[in-house]
């Protein structure tokens, strides 16, 4: 398991830009990025934090509120909520796609019945 990340391999795991970390890092400072040779290295800790941001945003929260929940509650306070919404996205794009199977097997069915049917292979 891997315990650093740079800046674009965080940002491609909490799904935002680049830009909008640094953003983050200049408007709250939620991250406490090591340097190594120059680039930012963000621990596992800082992935927590950068997921919650991002869910407590997209839940309609300013930038500020976030982080003072953070600030108030810690990453461990939180994360429940956030992975209990996290979870019911991904049952409900499980569903969804469950439902696109089971319809793609029925056409399936059906192209197959009516060359069945038609005689035609």
Do not use: C
Not at 1 to 12: G, I, V
Not at 21 to 40: A, D, H, M, N, T
Not at 59 to 75: D, F, H, M, W
Not at 83 to 88: G, H, L, V
């Amino acid at each position: 398991m891997k315990y650093f990340f740079t800046q674009s391999e965080l940002a491609e795991l909490v799904g935002v830009s680049p830009n909008i970390l640094r953003y983050w890092e200049k408007s709250i400072s939620p991250f406490k990025p090591r340097r190594r040779r120059g680039r930012k290295l963000y621990t596992r800790q800082d992935l927590k934090r950068a997921l919650i941001i991002k869910k407590l945003l997209e839940k309609g929260y300013t930038l500020k509120a976030a982080s003072r929940i953070l600030r108030e509650n810690g990453t461990e306070d939180v994360i429940p909520e956030v992975y209990s919404t996290m979870i019911k996205e991904i049952k409900d794009f499980l569903k969804e796609l469950k439902e696109t199977v089971s319809e793609m097997k029925r056409e399936i069915h059906e192209s197959l019945d009516s060359r069945n049917n038609s005689g035609s292979y």
